[in-house]
């Protein structure tokens, strides 16, 4: 070495110093947007999101049409808020309804007060009726869209009604070989599947009329006159009155009023008889061993 500059190396060096630069960048922008497409944990209630995965609970500040994660469609933002609230506004609007229906159950107990101020009968909680009211206390009152527990209460939401279809169809299934077995002449195991099916789905009223039958062919009088008192005060109370489901109601009370001679209590099986025969004036000849 004379002093002399090496303009060769020096160009060399300089050149793979610019190409070292760039390869930096490009891995750079590379990672950058490997991470925007992955995605980041969120509820999909940021404001500064594009998409949105509601599979994988992933957001992504750019706009993905398809979840890197699972491949599934992805939402907006301005979707996302809209479902949500919805949903939400759901929620609440069932809630509410249950508590007008519990209201109504309740002062509708009390104007029959003394009818049945000698009876305790179990069903006239309201809870009876609810397939699920044991979930709602397990859910405390929420709920905004911002809500940190939105996660939660929106698969809860939706696993809630999942089980209710779930539970129905099983429910259905059971009512099936109760009436096979009632086809059969076998009332007492149709009895127990009708229970069973009850315990499953406890406003599917048709259950309780069917139940009542298999009861009355093996004469427990108790259960048959329970149950179909159970449909008509739920109907009396909801519906206004039989009318409105007139096949439900008119199997209700010609069930219970056998049931009620077979207690020899003749007076309240006519009443029965008399309001079963309001309900299909012309069905006067099916009756008359009731009357
Ligand atoms: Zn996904």
Do not use: H
């Not at 609970?57 to 809209?82: A, F, S």
């Not at 929106?154 to 009512?175: G, H, P, T, V």
């Not at 007492?188 to 009223?205: G, P």
Request: net charge positive; glycine share 4%.
């Amino acid at each position: 070495m004379d002093g002399k500059v090496d303009l060769d190396k020096l160009e060399r060096k300089e050149k793979e110093r610019a190409e070292r630069k760039k390869r930096e960048e490009e891995e750079d922008k590379r990672r950058k947007e490997e991470k925007l497409r992955a995605g980041r944990d969120g509820k999909g209630i940021a404001k500064d999101y594009l998409s949105f995965c509601k599979n994988c609970y992933k957001e992504y500040m750019i706009l993905m049409p398809k979840c890197t994660q699972c491949g599934k469609e992805t939402v907006t933002r301005e979707q996302r808020m809209k479902e949500l609230e919805a949903k939400l506004g759901e929620y609440k609007n069932s809630k509410a309804t249950k508590k007008m229906r519990r209201v109504k159950w309740q002062n509708w107990l009390k104007t029959q007060a003394i009818r049945y101020s000698k009876m305790s009968t179990s069903y006239l909680k309201w809870d009876y009726f609810e397939s699920d009211s044991s979930d709602e206390e397990k859910n405390p009152d929420p709920i905004v869209p911002d809500d940190p527990n939105v996660k939660m209460l929106e698969r809860d939401i939706e696993e809630r009604a999942k089980r209710r279809r779930e539970n129905r169809k099983q429910s259905e299934e059971l009512k099936a070989r109760g009436n096979e077995y009632m086809k059969k002449g076998k009332p007492k195991a149709a009895y127990k599947k009708y229970t069973q099916a009850i315990e499953l789905s406890r406003d599917y009223f048709i259950l309780y009329t069917n139940r009542a039958l298999a009861a009355l062919k093996i004469e427990k009088w108790n259960d048959v006159v329970e149950d179909c008192t159970k449909v008509l005060d739920y109907c009396d109370c909801f519906d206004n009155g039989y009318t409105k489901n007139k096949d439900l109601c008119y199997k209700a009370l010609v069930r219970r009023a056998a049931a009620l001679q077979g207690m020899r209590k003749f007076d309240l099986a006519k009443k029965d008889v008399d309001d079963a025969l309001l309900l299909f004036p012309g069905v006067t000849a099916t009756c008359n061993r009731y009357r």
